[in-house]
């Protein structure tokens, strides 16, 4: 009994929002711990109840009452964005410069996305034809785009330049290069381009 109303308690002090019959719902959940708490000691789980965080559990409901819910206080968001935007970069690092890796790795996830956005944005832009059902026929046809007359490409600006390396592979291959580095870090296959980030000066 005391551990499920322990366990009430922390349900209860996790809402969104409090009213005060909520705020007396969350004391009755502790002061019902507290009343069987004893049946714990009794069965030699512990040997007192000398725990500071349960000692802390008595300023929830004042908190609560002065100051709103508990939950804005919590770290949980900042610590996920934490987890999510530098320990799992970090993991994917090869353990030197941390710093500038995972502003790399960030900036690459960034683009992908913006690269997804566009992508779905171009599709839905130059999709022709298609069911429509009955809400399509209450679309304002002034303001929709016109596929013929726009195009991603045309706003798109890139920040650095475009490679054509299958050209340089070629080349390459052709010795038209005769300073590059041996072995070649740039090859390709006829539907495939690759190459090695150490060449890219050459």
Same mark, same amino acid.
């Given at each position: 009994?005391?551990?499920? #109303?322990?366990?009430? !308690?922390?349900? =209860? #002090?996790?809402?969104? *929002? !409090?009213?005060?019959? *909520?705020?007396?719902?969350? &004391?009755?959940?502790?002061?019902?711990?507290?009343?069987?708490?004893?049946?714990?000691?009794?069965? %030699? /789980?512990?040997?007192?109840?000398?725990?500071?965080? =349960?000692?802390? =559990?008595? *300023?929830?409901?004042? *908190?609560?009452?002065?100051?709103?819910?508990?939950?804005?206080?919590?770290?949980?968001?900042?610590?996920?964005?934490? #987890?999510?935007?530098?320990?799992?970069? &970090?993991?994917?690092?090869?353990?030197?410069?941390?710093?500038?890796?995972?502003?790399?790795?960030?900036?690459?996830?960034?683009?992908?996305?913006?690269?997804?956005?566009?992508?779905?944005?171009?599709?839905?832009?130059?999709?022709?034809?298609?069911?429509?059902?009955?809400?399509? =026929?209450?679309?304002?046809?002034?303001?929709?785009?016109?596929?013929?007359?726009?195009?991603?490409?045309?706003?798109?600006?890139?920040?650095?330049?475009?490679?054509?390396? !299958?050209?340089?592979?070629?080349?390459?291959?052709? %010795?038209?290069?005769?300073?590059?580095?041996?072995?070649? @870090?740039?090859?390709?296959?006829?539907?495939?381009? /690759?190459?090695?980030?150490? @060449?890219?000066?050459?």
């Amino acid at each position: 009994m005391a551990i499920r #109303v322990l366990l009430d !308690f922390r349900y =209860l #002090v996790q809402a969104p *929002s !409090f009213t005060t019959r *909520s705020i007396d719902r969350v &004391a009755s959940a502790l002061q019902e711990f507290h009343n069987h708490k004893e049946a714990i000691i009794s069965q %030699g /789980v512990r040997a007192d109840w000398k725990i500071p965080k =349960l000692e802390l =559990l008595q *300023s929830v409901v004042p *908190s609560i009452r002065q100051s709103g819910a508990v939950m804005q206080w919590s770290a949980d968001i900042t610590e996920h964005a934490h #987890v999510e935007e530098i320990k799992v970069p &970090a993991r994917v690092s090869n353990n030197q410069n941390y710093n500038s890796q995972i502003v790399r790795h960030l900036d690459q996830l960034d683009k992908c996305f913006c690269f997804d956005l566009a992508t779905s944005l171009e599709h839905r832009v130059n999709k022709e034809g298609g069911d429509k059902d009955s809400s399509d =026929l209450d679309v304002d046809k002034e303001h929709e785009p016109d596929a013929k007359k726009i195009h991603l490409s045309d706003y798109s600006s890139p920040t650095r330049r475009l490679l054509n390396y !299958f050209s340089i592979s070629s080349s390459l291959l052709l %010795g038209a290069r005769p300073s590059a580095h041996k072995p070649y @870090c740039t090859f390709a296959t006829a539907t495939t381009a /690759v190459t090695h980030q150490r @060449c890219l000066a050459t």
